[in-house]
């Protein structure tokens, strides 16, 4: 059992995500930072997509009730234990009483919490992740409130529990940049791309764009050089994914994430690339988004290339932790 | 057909004018996507109004492969049959259920039992399903009962709230801000996560509307 010692609305239990639902209007709901959140879940020795805790909201404190391995990755911080400091993207086992506090990170928005057979919640609709905007799936539909207590399956016996930690070179490669406070991501152009004028189209490739504060696990609220286009059109109801980048009226883009919206009605100037939208997951209010235009070819590259990357950190794990085989 | 990501095409097959027929024949792509013979690779669709939104996996599926699929599910496509379903729907028409109901009837130069009239002799047909969970757009509103967007969007109208927007009406599944105006309202829960069938439309259905309670 874990016990929740501190409020969170946002804090929330999610897994892969919902699939194949979209067209009844049923979002993913999976985790902002599908990087961080498979990672924690292979350092102890859980299948990628096992549900497990995603934290935005800090300080963040929890109590083991019992002993349990676990592993904390994404935003890199302050985190404490009873036994002293944790290393960021670290795996330990904990005693029963062991308390945790993960305190505001200095380097991204979000950090993932695993525990070794994963979280137990009901799975709605195939799935454990909350549906915060639906208000279900999760723990009771919900955000994480202090006295919240989670149970974790049963877990495969650890054949070794040395502490240890990984990090993705990914994630190297956008400390940097979260530490600038300006993060830099791919996108392909979409439907209305060429509604755009010059002016905008240059604009939204070269200028910076920030996080406001009204942003949430549906959508990202950009602040920055207003997009226009050159006719105006009234655009019927389309599907749309994560990562969809829209222009309301108002021309100041709102990129769509975990919890997007399954049908919309503005122009899309583009859409993030699969490879990524884990990157929108670790962006805070008030820093900047850079966008870079790429061609298909490119989006396909970087999806497999991180697809590679991934079965290189399954393997690291693997040797890491003397657990031969791994799942999936 | 234009890219959503990689792994995403959008066919939109619009014209000018909403158009029926289309939206029948996108009902039957949607079928075949959801069938076991689509190809690998292959994950789901989103139906909108006279377009649909394919998602796949673009490692497993090369994009060029998804859109001759998809062309060719079109091309081959012929008007879906609908659900088979007719529903009614007991509506309240008071002023707390549609706030807006006295408004939209006097933009349209009717009294508010007029428009109910007119709206409860309609025949809706679910065409979308989308935006919110079990959310359903219904096509067939006359021509001569479309209002543009409310000018300030309300910032939450409560679950049930039948709402009529450009072209369309709708009822929310759960409480929401909306643009559109509130006319009435139900007690119909659309969506329950932990029913066996969570959204209460399907793509296809008719629908009409009993008035329980007038304006």
Redesign the interface.
């Known amino acids: 059992m874990i016990r929740i010692d501190s409020n969170g609305p946002l804090n929330c239990v999610v897994d892969g995500g919902r699939?194949?639902?979209?067209?009844?209007?049923?979002?993913r709901s999976g985790p902002m930072d599908a990087y961080a959140h498979a990672i924690s879940n292979w350092m102890v020795g859980n299948a990628g997509d096992a549900a497990a805790l995603e934290i935005s909201i800090f300080p963040f404190r929890i109590t083991l009730e019992n002993d349990a391995v676990i592993a904390l990755t994404g935003a890199v911080g302050p985190i404490e234990s009873s036994a002293g400091d944790v290393p960021p993207w670290w795996c330990m086992r904990m005693a029963a009483g062991d308390q945790i506090t993960v305190s505001p990170p200095h380097a991204g928005a979000r950090c993932y919490l695993a525990i070794a057979g994963g979280i137990d919640v009901p799975a709605?609709?195939g799935s454990r992740s909350t549906?915060l905007?639906?208000?279900?799936?999760g723990h009771e539909g919900r955000g994480l409130r202090r006295g919240d207590r989670l149970a974790a399956m049963p877990a495969a016996d650890a054949a070794d529990d040395q502490p240890y930690g990984t990090v993705p070179p990914q994630v190297l490669e956008l400390l940097p940049e979260l530490r600038r406070g300006e993060v830099k991501v791919r996108y392909?152009?979409?439907?209305e791309h060429h509604w755009f004028s010059p002016a905008s189209l240059e604009a939204f490739n070269s200028s910076l764009y920030k996080l406001s504060t009204d942003s949430n696990r549906t959508g990202a609220k950009l602040q920055g050089h207003r997009l226009e286009t050159s006719f105006k059109v009234?655009l019927?109801?389309?599907?749309?994914?994560p990562?969809?980048v829209q222009v309301p009226p108002h021309g100041q883009p709102i990129v769509q994430l975990a919890e997007a919206?399954?049908?919309?009605g503005y122009p899309?100037i583009g859409?993030?690339?699969?490879a990524d939208r884990w990157r929108l997951g670790q962006l805070r209010p008030g820093m900047h988004l850079r966008f870079q235009e790429v061609d298909?070819q490119e989006?396909?590259e970087a999806?497999?290339r991180q697809?590679e990357s991934l079965v290189a950190v399954r393997r690291s794990i693997a040797i890491a932790t003397g657990r031969p085989t791994m799942h999936e | 057909m234009?890219?959503?990501?990689?792994?995403?095409l959008?066919l939109?097959v619009?014209g000018d004018v909403?158009c029926s027929e289309l939206q029948a024949r996108l009902w039957s792509v949607?079928r075949l996507v959801?069938a076991t013979t689509k190809p690998v690779g292959v994950?789901?669709?989103?139906?909108?109004?006279?377009?649909?939104?394919l998602?796949f996996d673009?490692?497993v599926l090369?994009?060029a492969e998804a859109r001759d699929w998809l062309a060719s599910a079109w091309q081959e496509s012929v008007p879906g049959s609908g659900s088979g379903r007719r529903l009614g729907l007991g509506m309240s028409f008071d002023a707390s259920s549609g706030p807006d109901l006295t408004a939209a009837a006097s933009q349209l130069q009717l009294r508010p039992v007029e428009l109910v009239a007119l709206l409860c002799e309609q025949r809706f047909t679910v065409a979308?399903?989308?935006?919110?969970?079990?959310?359903a757009?219904m096509t067939g509103l006359p021509a001569a009962l479309a209002l543009p967007r409310r000018a300030t969007p309300r910032g939450s109208a409560p679950a049930g709230s039948l709402i009529l927007g450009?072209g369309m009406v709708a009822i929310l599944?759960?409480a929401s801000p909306t643009g559109w105006h509130v006319v009435g309202g139900t007690q119909v829960a659309l969506?329950d996560?932990?029913r066996q069938e969570?959204?209460f439309f399907r793509l296809g259905d008719e629908v009409h509307f009993e008035a329980e309670v007038g304006p």
């Open positions: 699939r194949g639902l979209m067209g009844t209007g049923i979002s709605v609709l549906d905007k639906a208000g279900f799936g392909l152009p979409a439907a009234e019927r109801s389309h599907g749309i994914v990562g969809t919206n399954t049908c919309g899309k859409t993030v690339i699969e298909l989006a396909i999806l497999q697809r | 234009s890219h959503a990501g990689a792994g995403g959008l939109d619009s909403y949607a959801a994950e789901e669709a989103i139906v909108g109004i006279n377009n649909i939104l998602v673009p490692v090369a994009p979308s399903l989308g935006a919110m969970p079990g959310f757009y450009p599944p759960c969506f996560p932990l969570p959204a």
